[in-house]
């Protein structure tokens, strides 16, 4: 017997992501329309896609903001859940979507909170629970800057938090953390650049402390050991590694 399945898109993006897509379309399968959109992965992402849909499409990564507004152009109901292949729907959160797609939804935007991980570790305090985030929201009522990384949501109406919670495999261990601290600063140092901000070292380093000394003591990071200090130097070595870049940038120019 076929399980019912309910009106509410899930759209997730997926690159070389066979060891992690699984999962997240498993937690995914009360859904009528799951959307994928690849970046052209040379592993077997799409075998495994091919198992729970075929709403499938590939297209080049360009920017963030430029393929998730893409992506949710693909689905076919009126509210989308935007999961990420290294996210998971718990039961508590399916239990809610299901009961909105049944009773009808009564805001634009709904935000999620989040449970992330490195490695099996879950990351309580520093700010990174509950993280709500807006997840699931009005297709045509909401799109995303289209910037390289972390674009802006815009969507106006009031969101309405809900209880059920996605995981977030965020990083699978310190090296991987250091891996995408690398990655997402280029990006970053790129925008400021581009943007003409004006940032100096003493800035740099203002903005690192704070953010250290924010997640680690005022946000209570510390009550998660050795793993909150780490996350939190991390959280301010991003502005710190970010400026460093930024200032090759503008050296590079002026040669």
């Known amino acids: 017997m076929n399980e019912k399945k309910y ?11 066979a060891t992690k897509i699984r999962d997240c379309l498993e937690s995914a399968k009360w859904s009528d329309d799951i959307v994928v959109i690849d970046d052209f992965s040379k592993d077997n992402t799409l075998d495994i896609v091919g198992e729970y849909t075929n709403n499938i499409h590939q297209r080049k990564w360009e920017n963030e903001g430029r393929q998730r507004n893409f992506a949710y152009s693909k689905a076919k109901n009126e509210y989308i859940l935007s999961l990420d292949s290294d996210e998971r729907i718990t039961s508590e959160l399916q239990d809610e979507l299901i009961r909105l797609a049944e ?20 990351i309580r305090h520093g700010g990174w629970y509950p993280n709500r985030k807006l997840k699931l929201f009005k297709k045509s009522e909401f799109r995303y800057a289209e910037e390289e990384y972390h674009p802006p949501a815009i969507m106006e109406g009031e969101r309405k938090d809900l209880n059920g919670e996605i995981i977030h495999l965020a990083y699978k261990d310190f090296s991987d953390m250091v891996r995408k601290v690398d990655h997402q600063t280029n990006f970053e140092s790129e925008k400021w650049f581009r943007d003409k901000r004006k940032m100096s070292l003493a800035r740099a380093l203002r903005k690192s402390f ?3 000394f924010k ?19 991390f959280g301010g070595f991003y502005q710190l590694l970010s400026y460093a870049k930024y200032a090759e940038l503008k050296k590079e120019t002026e040669r």
């Open 7 to 17: 009106s509410i898109s899930v759209v997730t993006m997926t690159r070389n992501s």
């Open 215 to 233: 997640a680690y003591f005022l946000k209570q990071g510390f009550r998660d050991g050795f793993l909150g200090f780490m996350m939190a130097f």
């Open 210 to 212: 704070d953010r250290f």
């Open 103 to 122: 009773e009808g939804f009564t805001h634009n935007g709904y935000n999620v909170p989040h449970k992330n991980y490195i490695g099996n570790r879950w």
